[in-house]
């Protein structure tokens, strides 16, 4: 049971991988390598900044609306991804 829960787990973060990959990008090019969404010059990280200063998701999509409601929930589902992918239950 133990191993199939860590299977499952495991293709969830590949699923978000590959989600994140349709989502985000890094060129050289653009805003000198910054992960941003794709199909814009938005950077990621102002996402961060919105919600951790208490803003919601709904007022970062106004202020860029080149970005999708759906590349930023994918972007969050990744960063939860990564963050519990090797956290111990409690």
Do not use: N, W
């Not at 049971?1 to 699923?15: F, L, Q, T, V």
């Not at 992960?35 to 998701?57: C, N, Q, W």
């Amino acid at each position: 049971m133990k191993s199939s829960g860590i299977i499952a787990a495991r293709r969830a973060m590949e699923r978000a991988v590959l989600d994140r990959k349709l989502v985000v990008h890094r060129d050289a090019e653009i805003l000198g390598g910054t992960p941003v969404f794709v199909g814009t010059r938005v950077p990621v990280k102002i996402l961060f900044d919105y919600l951790e200063a208490g803003d919601s998701l709904d007022v970062f999509l106004a202020e860029y609306p080149s970005v999708t409601r759906e590349q930023a929930v994918t972007a969050l589902e990744y960063a939860r991804e990564v963050l519990i992918a090797d956290a111990h239950p409690a």
